[in-house]
């Protein structure tokens, strides 16, 4: 029992001494901090207070090993690359699901309407000019005539014969100051007859045939 108790009494002291040393290596950290901050200059009661910006700035703290992290550096953002894009250019425009004969068929029948468009877009053109070629000859008929009404009776007018102051016109024979188709004979020569007709004079010359 004496051997046991004195063995129990040397492993208390030595715990106690391990607990003393472990205690002053873990507080001796504390400890300075705790000095660091009893620091402090006491300063007399009737001294200035300076402003915040003459204070000098407070030095940052020394990093213990072990207690911050140190600072990642995140690479920059690349811009995405450029995807290549993809344009689907036939060769030619045929139907995929159609055969080669029938789209020559299509292509032949798609040629002839557009042939029969193109013909019917000339035979459109080719009446508009007529018809404007018809009203340009009637314009001219219209303006001839203003200028020169005899032209409205002179080619009705045919000769036949001429005897003396007597005229052959068509069955009838007719002397100076008779009219026929409206105009007047003025005068009878040997191979012309001179006409009048709305103030204008005309000659007609003897036509045997």
Avoid: W
């Amino acid at each position: 029992m004496k051997n046991a108790f004195f063995v129990l009494t040397l492993l208390f002291s030595a715990s106690c001494v391990f607990a003393q040393n472990m205690t002053g290596k873990v507080a001796a950290p504390a400890k300075r901090a705790l000095d660091a901050q009893a620091d402090v200059t006491e300063l007399p009661a009737d001294a200035p207070v300076l402003p915040e910006e003459a204070l000098p700035a407070a030095e940052p703290a020394a990093e213990e090993d072990g207690f911050v992290a140190k600072r990642e550096e995140l690479p920059e953002e690349t811009a995405p690359a450029q995807t290549k894009r993809v344009v689907f250019n036939p060769k030619n425009h045929r139907d995929p699901t159609l055969s080669p004969d029938d789209f020559l068929l299509l292509q032949y029948r798609e040629q002839q309407r557009l042939a029969a468009i193109e013909a019917e877009r000339q035979r459109k053109l080719a009446e508009e000019r007529r018809k404007r070629e018809e009203a340009e000859r009637l314009r001219q008929l219209e303006l001839a005539r203003i200028k020169d009404p005899t032209r409205e009776v002179r080619n009705k007018i045919k000769v036949g014969g001429i005897i003396g102051q007597e005229v052959f016109i068509g069955s009838r024979i007719y002397t100076v100051g008779k009219k026929i188709y409206g105009a007047r004979i003025v005068e009878v020569r040997p191979e012309e007859v001179v006409f009048s007709y709305k103030g204008h004079k005309f000659v007609r010359k003897v036509q045997l045939k």
